[in-house]
């Protein structure tokens, strides 16, 4: 837990303990899900907090294990480039728009039901319709987690990434194609399901037009922590000096010479790599880590494991 980034860890932990207390409190006859959950905005038990409180709630281990297995699996990697505000912003966008997609999507679901109902009688419901659509509860992380899944993709397009069954290593955006093609294909194909793939679709959506908005506007909101992941470059610059400030003993010649000794070899070799980390650094700086070519994002963190 100690090496899990501030965001991704405390988000864990919040998860977890409100699973906790579900059960708890199911347990004593108090459904925290249904008081949490997100319900259609025409029920009679709908409240706006619950676009917040949603996130946070799931329906069984099942459900939890596989949303916290891939928070911590994608999170980890995107908190330590964006850093935690810009992490904290993302996700809790992401997962009041998958909120908003599957308000609009259970609307469009009720509209199509009502054959003989007006679109403006739709909203002027009897109390018992109205106490009937509370049955339409969305709870879990699934849409912010999915929209997480996109960053790592569109961050890290390139990066191979093994799959359980897939006995080769895929591509992140093929990776990331893939799910985006399953859900739309479950959301358009199946109905009544308990499954909320426009949730889905919908972080996934926020996400996308969130990160766009960032790539157009590099230094927005830096005073928010939405830079370029500042303090992870910053750590890797720091490990790189320290490396670059340790004692080289050089050979001590009265004339320089051509061809280099078995001694200068290794040095010099270590001056030109921090020296193309510090162009690289000083990119970032200026335009962004977006800006980097895909051999500079490959060298750089190639350089970083070496520390």
């Not at 002027?124 to 997480?148: C, E, F, H, R």
């Not at 890797?236 to 490396?243: F, L």
Request: with cysteine.
């Amino acid at each position: 837990m100690r090496s899990i980034p501030t965001i991704t860890k405390n988000l864990l932990i919040i998860n977890l303990l409100a699973f906790i207390a579900s059960l708890v409190f199911n347990g004593r006859g108090v459904d925290l899900n249904n008081i949490f959950g997100l319900h259609f905005f025409l029920a009679s038990d709908f409240h706006i907090y619950q676009l917040f409180t949603y996130m946070f709630m799931h329906a069984n281990f099942e459900h939890i294990f596989f949303n916290m297995f891939a928070l911590w699996m994608f999170g980890c990697v995107v908190e330590r480039v964006w850093g935690p505000k810009r992490f904290l912003i993302y996700y809790i966008i992401c997962g009041v728009g998958a909120g908003l997609m599957q308000e609009i999507s259970q609307f469009a679901h009720l509209y199509m039901m009502q054959t003989n109902v007006s679109f403006a009688e739709l909203f002027s419901l009897s109390p018992a319709d109205a106490q009937m659509l509370n049955a339409w509860t969305t709870v879990g992380a699934s849409g912010a987690v999915y929209a997480i899944l996109l960053a790592f993709g569109m961050l890290f397009p390139e990066e191979r990434i093994f799959i359980f069954p897939l006995p080769i290593p895929i591509k992140a955006k093929w990776f990331v194609m893939f799910y985006v093609v399953i859900e739309l294909f479950s959301a358009l194909g199946t109905s009544n399901s308990q499954v909320a793939h426009f949730a889905h679709l919908g972080g996934m959506l926020f996400g996308f037009l969130l990160i766009r908005y960032w790539r157009k506007h590099p230094y927005a909101n830096e005073d928010f922590g939405i830079g370029n992941g500042q303090a992870f470059f910053d750590k890797m610059r720091k490990n790189w000096e320290q490396r670059k400030s340790r004692p080289v003993e050089e050979p001590k010649r009265e004339e320089p010479v051509r061809d280099e000794t078995p001694r200068q070899q290794p040095y010099n070799q270590k001056k030109r790599e921090q020296d193309e980390i510090d162009i690289i650094l000083d990119k970032i700086r200026k335009s962004g880590y977006d800006s980097l070519t895909d051999e500079e994002k490959k060298k750089l963190f190639d350089c970083s494991k070496k520390n």
